[in-house]
């Protein structure tokens, strides 16, 4: 049988609990930050002591949304501490969720606000249905766990959402661009097709003779490797200094190899060039960007 934990994550943010709270019951502000959510309204109350209904809606793309309803179960308000829990349900077809429930809680602490949440929900389709949640959790898990750091910025440094979140486009398109001209460089003409073109250039150099095939196929391997770094590791600054570096030291290379190379069509100039750029873009880019590795996606357990 298929089980799977509850989605948990854990941020602190450096602010007071008031603000806080209020940029995470707020639905106009709420569905600003938080990516599992296009719209976020509240339902008006028959009677002042009813609980809080909503409505929520996610645009999964396509002109298609998913539209679903909740209520707020038990509000608990302290000095230093306070709690939401609520559930929730959608009908809509295809939503893998059927119904689930949750809480967001808020601690004080001395370094700040330990906001965390902790849900859960029962999936449709039986048995497929299951099936495909093990994919889905994962990503629910990482989208709430990136909405949480999104929120801390906008408090903290005050970085709007939509900025935070085109910044994460930008990085995402250049991290994998890089990845890409890596992957093809050393997997098409080092490794499936050396006699386009590569195999001659270094024979022409005249080294590793009679190995010149071995000696591209290692090299094919390694830039294939190091692309596939910039899919696990683009955060990591140092990564792109040797991109840049490397690539300005296969570039002179070529240059005192096979010179004439740089005045060929899409020659070694152009793409250095512009993978050193995507570099440059990144290295400016990646301070203060939401990231969901910075939450802490498991509960400390108590004994």
Same mark, same amino acid.
């Given at each position: 049988?298929?089980?799977?934990?509850?989605?948990?994550?854990?941020?602190?943010?450096?602010?007071?609990?008031?603000?806080?709270?209020?940029?995470?019951?707020?639905?106009?502000?709420?569905?600003?930050?938080?990516?599992?959510?296009?719209?976020?309204?509240?339902?008006?109350?028959?009677?002042?002591?009813?609980?809080?209904?909503?409505?929520?809606?996610?645009?999964?793309?396509?002109?298609?949304?998913?539209?679903?309803?909740?209520?707020?179960?038990?509000?608990?308000?302290?000095?230093?501490?306070?709690?939401?829990?609520?559930?929730?349900?959608?009908?809509?077809?295809?939503?893998?969720?059927?119904?689930?429930?949750?809480?967001?809680?808020?601690?004080?602490?001395?370094?700040?606000?330990?906001?965390?949440?902790?849900?859960?929900?029962?999936?449709?389709?039986?048995?497929?249905?299951?099936?495909?949640?093990?994919?889905?959790?994962?990503?629910?898990?990482?989208?709430?766990?990136?909405?949480?750091?999104?929120?801390?910025?906008? !408090?903290?440094?005050?970085?709007?959402?939509?900025?935070?979140?085109?910044?994460?486009?930008?990085?995402?398109?250049?991290?994998?661009?890089?990845?890409?001209?890596?992957?093809?460089?050393?997997?098409?003409?080092?490794? !499936?097709?050396?006699?386009?073109?590569?195999?001659?250039?270094?024979?022409?150099?005249?080294?590793?003779?009679?190995?010149?095939? !071995?000696?591209?196929?290692?090299?094919?391997?390694?830039?294939?490797?190091?692309?596939?770094?910039?899919?696990?590791?683009?955060?990591?600054?140092?990564?792109?200094?040797?991109?840049?570096?490397?690539?300005?030291?296969?570039?002179?290379?070529?240059?005192?190899?096979?010179?004439?190379?740089?005045?060929?069509?899409?020659?070694?100039?152009?793409?250095?060039?512009?993978?050193?750029?995507?570099?440059?873009?990144?290295?400016?880019?990646?301070?203060?960007?939401?990231?969901?590795?910075?939450?802490?996606?498991?509960?400390?357990?108590?004994?």
């Amino acid at each position: 049988m298929l089980k799977s934990k509850p989605i948990y994550v854990e941020t602190l943010i450096n602010s007071d609990i008031e603000k806080v709270w209020g940029y995470t019951q707020d639905p106009e502000i709420h569905q600003q930050w938080d990516l599992r959510f296009s719209n976020i309204d509240y339902l008006p109350k028959e009677k002042e002591n009813d609980p809080q209904r909503f409505l929520y809606k996610t645009n999964i793309g396509f002109g298609i949304s998913i539209a679903g309803k909740g209520e707020s179960i038990k509000t608990i308000h302290k000095d230093d501490e306070r709690m939401s829990s609520l559930k929730f349900w959608t009908d809509h077809p295809l939503s893998l969720i059927e119904e689930g429930s949750g809480y967001w809680k808020y601690v004080t602490t001395d370094s700040g606000i330990k906001f965390f949440t902790q849900y859960d929900y029962k999936t449709r389709f039986g048995y497929v249905g299951r099936i495909i949640d093990q994919l889905f959790k994962p990503l629910m898990g990482w989208a709430t766990a990136w909405s949480f750091d999104c929120l801390r910025l906008w !408090l903290e440094k005050e970085i709007p959402p939509r900025i935070s979140f085109i910044r994460s486009i930008i990085h995402f398109i250049s991290s994998f661009v890089l990845a890409f001209i890596w992957i093809y460089q050393g997997l098409v003409p080092k490794v !499936l097709y050396q006699e386009a073109g590569e195999l001659a250039l270094l024979e022409g150099t005249g080294w590793f003779q009679g190995q010149e095939g !071995l000696f591209l196929y290692a090299l094919g391997t390694i830039q294939i490797i190091f692309g596939l770094l910039f899919l696990r590791f683009s955060r990591t600054k140092l990564l792109h200094i040797i991109n840049i570096l490397a690539l300005l030291c296969l570039g002179f290379g070529a240059l005192m190899s096979q010179g004439i190379v740089f005045a060929a069509p899409f020659n070694p100039t152009t793409i250095t060039i512009a993978m050193i750029g995507y570099s440059v873009i990144a290295l400016v880019n990646i301070r203060d960007l939401p990231n969901a590795s910075n939450c802490k996606r498991q509960r400390v357990s108590r004994r």
